[in-house]
């Protein structure tokens, strides 16, 4: 059966990711976005391999230093390289970034095909999409890390632990819109002929949902995606900014943000770092995503 | 000193000499204050905060107060009573007090013995709450045997009679005003907690809670040439740094209260010339508080009683290696540059209790640390952590969210690690900190970690109630609620004895040798390790003339005298 079927999506498809490739390059911006994505990407877990100063030594001698050739990005008021701090910082913001993410998105999409596919569990769903709308994040954040952070450490270790804690904290506030916008494409999609066809030689749900609703969905997937990065980072700083989170000695943007705002007049450079990273990161996403919704959609493509 | 020099001095005088003869009450036009923590209310006896005592200083005075060298200096009082003057009896049982003569409420109507005694009485009315309680200890009445006089009789002996209406925490208020608001009722009082009737150099003319206090000058003020200002203009919120700079670099507001920040922050806003940063040293110490007790979560509701004794820090040997790897110069240095001192001690003022004995600790001694961690069996393993017997040196090393003090953790942190000591850093947000909720299990008091550290003082000059925090009894633990002041619950029988002693010996002398023993038996025991003695930061305006900054008392006890300087 899978047999039958296979020539209608397959065959084109050396020359749809062509296609595809070919609509993303021609949005300039998504592509600057994802060649910098890319490269802060590269440089925040390839570089600390090159740059070997570590970021959490204390060299009290070279304290408040100006950016120059031994520390590029300048020193901290204790003397911890700032570059280095950026790099190790970067690491943990994309990683929660992505991971939270995938998981939101994992949860979202799951929901939103769900609630638009079978008309039983859609209201059901959607109230429990509008209840954890109505959640308001940090307060939530705060009871979470007060009743979990001490067991999941002694699992799996404070620094883990925390990255556990805050990536599903962040995973399960922010699954929503993705629920909905895929919830309103599956439900147009569902009377459209083609499923209707399928439908009618006996195609299972699960067929359905996985050969004719999910790729069709995929572009505003792939959007909330590259948007879910972006918030995702942007709530890890705010934490760290708000001193929840990783223990203090551990660098992500957030934190080395709020550590510099003291220093905001006598070492701006401080604060221009961390901010810098944090605003391209999440510009370049957003292009980047800009870009695949318009590459992904067959009706914008070729236009 | 040169001829110049002379002739510059002389001419100065001279200048201010006309000034001071010739000021009047109101002259000056109005003084802005700012407090980054704004005043809820203006009545010291319904909020601990410090804030609000200060705001109500300018209202509401006590009998005496503290200078800025923590001597007792009489107030609405004509002498501080002693024994010497007959002021306090031989027995130490009363004190005697008398009111100045002559004095005027703000409404008009005269101060006597009975308000003095209403303030005693509404403090520790039924169902009152009073936040001053500890103030009005032991006495068993307050009489009033005519208008300006007030005894004062105690239960017990008090080698120290010096709490009861003394300082900014123990003001006297009308009883007129307050009659009815007495107890339970006390906080309904709106009126009355807003624009209390006082015998200091203001009065309130518009209270906006947590927000702006405008007052002006006390038309009734016992010094007719004083207040200076007509006006006080006093706004709360806002943030220390803000604070500071609306005072030193833009100089909308004169005066500037509690400015935690770091020292070269505060120099450079300095360096735009419009104000000064003044500091003065109390009993403030920033310390390490020590565990004795396991906190292993296992152990539910025993989990940090002294039921369960800490697997390593019960090793003095390893308390003492802690204590020798901090460089508490180099810290001090970085966190408060001159607003702090380094200090071996946990009582450092004033100068009559404070030891010498203890401070070979000021110089770090990461070898000798090795050494003795060495001796003690205690050995590093493959991954530079040293462990005894399956234990190893790990610690949990908590602090409430502060700049500064995330700078001392990461310091700490890395010399701890070259004795072989791993640590975890904790930050925990101040107001859960130290907000001593008995469900958070983040509170300082819980102290579900292995050192801790935090800044404590006490009040006044007397240290027998402060050094009595660190007897057995005085431990925080679950039948307390998880109140009291033994943080790292301390118990030495011999340190309880010696602390109860204090409040039957009644020499300063012996007093002072007490305490200074007290502190020894703290500090060799390792109990605590104090970091940097801590000053109060204030800043005020080039443009304002007066301030003595005093940590003994409200920091706004001589508002009376300042002035404006052209």
Not at chain 1, 60 to 89: E, K
Not at chain 1, 96 to 119: D, H, K, N, Q
Request: proline fraction near 6%.
């Amino acid at each position: 059966m899978n047999e039958t079927r296979a020539p209608q999506a397959s065959s084109p498809s050396r020359s749809q990711w062509a296609e595809i490739w070919h609509q993303f390059k021609m949005h300039r911006g998504a592509l600057l976005g994802a060649i910098i994505f890319v490269l802060i990407i590269g440089t925040v877990f390839i570089g600390p391999l090159l740059w070997t100063i570590d970021a959490t030594y204390i060299d009290i001698r070279a304290r408040n230093q100006s950016p120059g050739w031994t520390h590029p990005f300048g020193t901290d008021q204790l003397g911890r390289d700032t570059l280095a701090r950026m790099m190790v910082g970067g690491q943990t913001s994309i990683a929660v970034g992505l991971t939270a993410m995938l998981l939101a998105l994992s949860l979202g999409s799951v929901i939103g095909v769900l609630a638009g596919f079978f008309r039983r569990l859609d209201g059901p769903l959607m109230r429990l999409t509008d209840l954890f709308l109505s959640l308001p994040l940090l307060p939530l954040l705060l009871v979470m890390v007060l009743l979990f952070r001490e067991s999941l450490s002694s699992i799996f270790g404070p620094e883990s632990g925390i990255f556990i804690l805050i990536v599903v904290a962040i995973g399960i506030t922010s699954w929503m819109p993705t629920a909905r916008i895929v919830r309103g494409d599956v439900l147009a999609l569902k009377e459209r002929e083609f499923v209707l066809a399928a439908r009618s030689i006996g195609t299972t749900n699960l067929g359905l949902i996985s050969r004719h609703i999910l790729p069709n969905v995929l572009s505003p997937i792939m959007v909330s995606a590259t948007l879910g990065i972006a918030n995702a980072i942007i709530t890890e700083s705010a934490l760290s900014f708000l001193g929840l989170g990783f223990p203090p000695d551990f660098p992500t943007w957030g934190r080395l943000l709020i550590d510099a705002t003291v220093y905001l007049q006598d070492y701006p450079e401080r604060v221009f770092w961390p901010g810098l990273a944090i605003s391209l990161t999440v510009l370049s996403v957003n292009y980047l995503g800009d870009g695949l919704r318009d590459a992904l959609d067959p009706r914008i493509r070729g236009r | 000193m040169n001829p110049k020099k002379i002739f510059a001095a002389c001419a100065l005088s001279l200048a201010i000499a006309p000034a001071s003869a010739m000021a009047e009450r109101g002259s000056d036009g109005q003084v802005n204050i700012i407090y980054w923590q704004a005043p809820s209310i203006m009545n010291p006896y319904l909020s601990g905060g410090t804030k609000e005592l200060e705001a109500a200083s300018l209202v509401i005075e006590p009998l005496a107060r503290y200078d800025q060298d923590g001597n007792l200096t009489p107030w609405l009082a004509e002498s501080v009573p002693t024994v010497a003057n007959g002021g306090v009896s031989e027995d130490l049982m009363s004190i005697t007090w008398k009111l100045k003569s002559g004095l005027l409420w703000s409404d008009g109507s005269p101060v006597t013995s009975t308000d003095v005694k209403f303030s005693w009485e509404y403090c520790t009315a039924e169902g009152g709450g009073c936040s001053q309680a500890e103030k009005y200890l032991d006495i068993t009445d307050v009489e009033t045997p005519d208008e300006t006089t007030v005894v004062v009789r105690f239960a017990i002996p008090k080698p120290f009679p010096y709490n009861p209406f003394v300082g900014a925490q123990a003001p006297i208020i009308q009883k007129a005003q307050f009659e009815n608001c007495m107890g339970a009722k006390a906080p309904e009082c709106t009126d009355q907690n807003f624009y209390p009737i006082g015998t200091g150099p203001f009065a309130v003319t518009e209270f906006r809670p947590n927000d702006v206090i405008t007052l002006e000058a006390n038309d009734n003020y016992r010094d007719p040439s004083k207040p200076a200002f007509a006006k006080v203009l006093f706004k709360g919120g806002g943030d220390a740094n803000a604070a500071a700079r609306s005072v030193l670099e833009t100089g909308e507001f004169d005066y500037a209260w509690n400015l935690q920040l770091a020292p070269d922050v505060l120099a450079s806003m300095e360096a735009a010339g419009k104000g000064k940063v003044i500091s003065a040293f109390g009993t403030s110490v920033e310390r390490i508080m020590i565990n004795f007790t396991d906190i292993d979560p296992a152990l539910g509701d025993e989990r940090g009683t002294i039921a369960h004794p800490h697997p390593f820090l019960t090793d003095i040997n390893v308390r003492k290696a802690l204590s020798m790897a901090i460089d508490r110069v180099l810290l001090t240095e970085i966190g408060y540059g001159p607003a702090g001192i380094p200090t071996c001690n946990v009582l450092p003022a004033p100068a009559i209790y404070a030891s010498t004995a203890n401070d070979a600790c000021l110089t770090q001694d990461i070898a000798g640390a090795n050494e003795i961690l060495e001796n003690a069996g205690w050995v590093k393993g493959a991954d530079g952590v040293r462990a005894k017997d399956g234990v190893r040196l790990s610690i949990l090393y908590q602090t409430s969210t502060n700049a500064v003090r995330q700078d001392y953790q990461a310091l700490i942190k890395q010399w701890w690690s070259e004795i072989g000591v791993e640590t975890e850093l904790r930050n925990i947000n101040a107001s859960v900190f130290f907000g001593s909720d008995p469900g958070s299990p983040d509170t300082f008091q819980k102290f579900f970690a292995d050192v801790e550290m935090y800044t404590n003082n006490f009040d006044g000059t007397d240290p027998e109630s402060y050094m009595a925090n660190w007897q057995c009894d005085q431990r925080p633990r679950p039948e307390t609620q998880w109140q009291g002041n033994n943080m790292p619950r301390y118990c030495n029988d011999e340190y309880d004895k010696l602390s109860m002693s204090m409040a039957s010996v009644g020499g300063l002398e012996e007093r002072a040798a007490i305490a200074r023993q007290l502190n020894d038996m703290l500090m060799q025991d390792y109990a605590m390790l104090p970091l940097t003695h801590r000053g109060r930061v204030a800043a005020h305006s080039n443009r304002l003339g007066g301030v003595v900054m005093n940590t003994w008392d409200s920091e706004l006890w001589n508002v009376a005298d300042w002035t404006r300087i052209e």
